[in-house]
């Protein structure tokens, strides 16, 4: 525990805040048009989607670390390393989601828990992206690409789902719960896979174990 907490300044330090910082903001900027502009309801779905996806492609870009192989071979393990990026990176999340919904006009918005679901989902998959890029490479900053494959699976899903997982429909849309269905197994999904690569490769922990012993 003590070694997790003399953690906290340095990762706090190398999290990518410029990075989240312009993300939210252009995701604030998106929530805000049907407010400005007196857009109908699908506007402010539409938009309010379009918000969380920006945010999003802020958080792929949360596991960069420029000393990751300085890092590699401390007592700490990977996935606390990740977890810990991830707690101190969400109360911001969390303030900015809240920021997100307030901008949406309550006449216009959409029900606040289902579009919840949506970007605890997309946010998950972000950082699962994120974590996988890490786990399969050596790359000590796959933000770039993370946030790149990020995007354009997010053009590509609504063409290439079929419509029994049509996962962006309407509020009126007679398929929006089962819909939501959908968006928590994408959540769920994504925290398995988030965990799965949370796991030092087999080599590296040989090469830990290997300058244990010679300590």
């Not at 990518?16 to 995701?27: E, I, N, Q, T, Y």
């Amino acid at each position: 525990m003590r070694g997790v907490t003399a953690l906290v300044v340095p990762v706090l330090r190398t999290l990518p805040w410029r990075v989240l910082g312009a993300s939210a903001v252009a995701g604030l900027l998106l929530a805000g048009l049907p407010r400005l502009l007196g857009l109908n309801a699908w506007w402010a779905l539409l938009l309010l989607r379009g918000a969380v996806l920006a945010f999003a492609l802020g958080l792929a870009f949360v596991l960069d670390d420029p000393a990751r192989h300085t890092t590699a071979p401390v007592p700490t393990r990977r996935w606390i390393r990740h977890a810990l990026r991830a707690v101190l990176v969400a109360p911001a999340a969390g303030v900015w989601w809240a920021g997100a919904v307030w901008l949406v006009p309550g006449p216009v918005r959409p029900p606040v828990a289902d579009v919840a679901l949506e970007a605890g989902a997309v946010f998950a998959v972000a950082l699962a992206a994120a974590a996988a890029a890490v786990h399969r490479s050596d790359e000590p900053a796959p933000g770039t690409l993370v946030a790149a494959v990020l995007l354009a699976s997010a053009a590509l899903a609504p063409l290439l789902l079929p419509d029994d997982w049509a996962l962006f429909v309407s509020v009126t849309d007679e398929r929006w719960g089962a819909a939501h269905d959908r968006w928590a197994m994408v959540l769920a999904g994504a925290a398995v896979v988030w965990g799965v690569c949370g796991a030092e490769p087999l080599r590296r922990r040989w090469v830990r174990a290997r300058s244990g012993a010679a300590a």
